[in-house]
């Protein structure tokens, strides 16, 4: 498997293909917006490398009663899945997701605690993954779920205390397997941590939002990582009073 893996696998969900929402400013950050028009649980969910192109499964998830942000926190600048790897490296020098990713999310999580929301979850995608981590130990939010996370390692998951999700691909170079059980150790030691770590078998990285949708066993695992997404945030994204 190259290390061009992540790139090779091309944006097929056009980023445009959102129905339930529109784009507007969240904490200064230009987003796309689509929700459950009451809810007080906020889900953040942050893009891959490519940016936001994770519309449709905000719609599904907004669909299942949240309010769901989608912030552009690499603020029009993604990197273009053409490019090499070796681009890529330089192009992280000025999109780092702890300094672009998890300081540009701080606002957005403060003007969805100002409009009274009392729960946020982290969902985060490759490049989004080291945000939501970054985010889960600086406990900015109250649940996270990283799915084929980039840039994410073992001391990562040591500083995290709040419940968190990890689905992994087996064909995976930036988090292979050995690397994801390495966190699954990390968070069975951990006492009163609710966690949930599971590895698709035969997935490539970014199987959960870049699959061809005509593959039908690509989208049944696409679907299936999105249903645990789902049943992640029914257990443990919940207001702090009930």
Known sequence: MSGSQCCSNPPILDPTAGSGGHVQKVGGVDSYVT??????LAVLLISDVFGTSSMKLADKVAAA????VVPDLL???PFKPDDSLGKLHVWLKDHGPVEKGAEGSKPVIEALKSKGVSAIAGVGFCWGAKV???????RLIQTAV???PSFVSVDDIKGVDIPIAILGAEIDEYSPPELVKQFEQVLAAKSGVANFVKIFPKAPHGWAVRYNSEDAEAVKAAEEAHQDLLD??????????S
């Open 146 to 148: 990283l799915l084929h």
């Open 65 to 68: 009663g949240y309010y769901v």
């Open 232 to 241: 992640w945030l029914a257990k443990h994204l919940k207001s702090e009073s």
């Open 132 to 138: 939501a981590v970054e985010l889960a130990k600086s």
């Open 75 to 77: 603020e029009g600048e």
């Open 35 to 40: 929700a459950s028009p009451h809810s007080k």
